[in-house]
């Protein structure tokens, strides 16, 4: 039988403590196996399960029902809006919905019970099977389904726990989103596989990472740099082991902020929804502002320059990163064609990021190659998602979506749209309701018309510049 994908669950070690707490409510791992058996029971014949992935305990059990089952997990973003939501749904072919009834909703839905037990035993499904499909944005288009399969999780966790020496003695913070592969992934499955009790704040706010007294803590660059804002709970992280920060860039001054106030050098990993953690500095290693470090076991990267050679690993030369590993997803569901344009004719993972790599193996990321890929606190957004959403509302007759520089998260979303009776926070508002409260854009600029070139497509360079001038 295949080793159990969350392997601490089995072991009889450490029942003295909680595996799991979220917010208020904390549960030990046996209780956490007996309660996701009683989720599995109500789950069996279903093939995929959308959860509801609102920041609680009922996730967690939720999700370790479905992978006892074997059952395909979709975590749908807690604030997602109507279309959003209908679009998830339909899209993964849901069979079940796990969480609060939502009147939209036309399918069976159940809401966990977190007292239920159940004492039946589940043998280990196919590490083969999909374990999750997670949807994430492209550069246009509706957001696409990530296959994620049980094996490539389960390559992801034990190489990332050989990296950071990861361990049962660690107790892990965070409080990041439970429908990404940071919180989701990382950040629960991890500690339930490696059997490091996790303690998740519900919100990744600095005074609650500080309150909850942990040796691990994850979190992406707007939340360290509020760290960086909060000096007195910054210097209470000074006890930890290891501060890791992923999911966008670190800026250097919050590197260094970091290392000033808690005397840690946090540790730089980079990933992507489709491959999973693949690069990352070390524990014992090297940790250098601006550089996310090296290929975690089992991964290879390369680059590749515009003229499409390979380019010099000389700390200089920019190419796109390439990626083969066993952490790579199984596909976006029923895309081949999407997925074979991510796909190398020779296996690789195309990543759309811009990168270089010094001769020691080291990778820096430099940005992505599409402007309409932004990330915002961490969230990856679409710009022709945005784009489309605002298309629906009846007052715009034209609109482009830029990411901005923004110091607290990273990038913000622009939105600039020709209309005669636009109402600005009624328009955030229709995007917030309508697709996710994280898409909505922070700004609407109302223009007469937007720059666009000879063959009548918008010039968002020209716009960026505009915003900068
Ligand atoms: C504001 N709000 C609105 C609103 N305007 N609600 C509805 N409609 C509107 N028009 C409310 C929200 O509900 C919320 O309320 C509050 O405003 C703030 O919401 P926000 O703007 O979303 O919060 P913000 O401060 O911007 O969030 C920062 C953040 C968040 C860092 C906490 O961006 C975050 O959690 N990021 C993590 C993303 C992540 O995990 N990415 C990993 C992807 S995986 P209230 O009351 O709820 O506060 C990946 C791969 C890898 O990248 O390598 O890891
Ligand atoms: P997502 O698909 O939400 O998983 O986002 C993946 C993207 O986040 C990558 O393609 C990168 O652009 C970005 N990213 C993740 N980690 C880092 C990092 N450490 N440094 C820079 N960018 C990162």
């Known amino acids: 039988m295949p080793r159990p994908l969350l392997t601490s669950l089995y072991r009889d070690d450490r029942t003295d403590r909680p595996i799991v707490t979220v917010g208020e409510q904390s549960m030990h791992k046996e209780d956490l196996l007996l309660a996701g058996a009683a989720v599995a029971d109500r789950i069996a014949g279903a093939k995929i399960v959308a959860i509801d992935a609102t920041a609680g305990i009922d996730t967690v059990i939720a999700v370790v029902g ?37 009147d939209d909703l036309t399918i069976v839905s159940l809401t966990v019970d977190s007292n239920a037990r159940s004492s039946a035993t589940y043998p280990e499904p196919d ?12 550069t246009t288009g509706s957001p696409k389904g990530v296959v994620v399969s049980r094996r490539a999780i389960a390559a992801c966790l034990d190489s990332v726990a050989q990296a950071w020496q990861w361990n049962a003695e660690d107790t892990l913070v965070q409080g990041l989103p439970l429908f990404h592969i940071h919180g989701l992934i990382l950040g629960v499955l991890g500690a339930l596989r490696i059997g490091s009790p996790l303690v998740h704040t519900v919100r990744p706010d600095p ?28 210097r209470i992280l ?21 290392r000033e106030l808690t005397g840690i050098a946090p540790i730089e990993r980079y990933g992507m929804t489709e491959t999973l953690i693949t690069v990352s500095t070390r524990y014992d290693g090297e940790r ?27 700390g200089k030369t920019l190419g796109q990163l390439e990626i083969s590993a066993p952490t790579l997803f ?23 990021d811009i990168a270089v ?113």
């Open 66 to 102: 479905c992978l006892l089952a074997g059952v395909t997990a979709v975590p749908v973003p807690s604030d997602s809006g109507i279309a959003e939501r209908r679009h998830i749904l339909a899209d993964s072919r849901a069979e079940l919905w796990i969480g609060p009834r939502h």
């Open 127 to 138: 590490p083969n099977l999909p374990a999750l499909i997670i949807y994430t944005s492209g």
């Open 207 to 234: 005074k609650r990472y500080a309150a909850a007294a942990g040796t691990l803590y994850f979190a992406v660059p707007t939340v360290w740099s509020r760290v960086c804002a909060d000096p007195v709970s910054a």
């Open 238 to 258: 000074a006890g930890a082991r290891l501060l890791v920060s992923g999911s966008a860039p670190l800026p250097i001054q919050v590197f260094e902020g970091l």
């Open 288 to 314: 250098r502002p601006g550089w996310v470090g090296l290929p975690l076991d089992g991964v290879r990267t390369r680059l590749r320059t515009e003229a499409g050679e390979l380019a010099p690993h000389d």
């Open 330 to 352: 199984d596909g976006y569901l029923d895309q081949p064609d999407k997925t074979a344009e991510v796909t190398t004719g020779d296996g690789w993972f195309s990543t759309g």
């Open 357 to 469: 790599i010094d001769a020691e193996g080291f990778h820096r990321i430099v940005g992505r190659e599409s402007v309409d890929m932004i990330k915002s606190g961490g969230y990856r957004i679409g710009a022709g998602e945005v784009e489309q959403a605002l298309l629906e509302h009846p007052a715009v007759v034209e609109a482009a979506v830029i990411g901005v520089h923004d110091a607290d998260l990273g990038q913000r979303i622009i939105a600039y749209v020709v209309g005669d009776t636009v109402d600005q926070p009624e328009l955030i508002d229709f995007v917030a309701t309508n697709l996710s409260i994280h898409k909505r854009p922070r700004e609407i600029r109302v223009v007469d018309h937007l720059p666009k070139n000879a063959m009548g497509k918008i010039q968002k360079k020209i716009l960026a510049q505009q915003h900068h001038t």
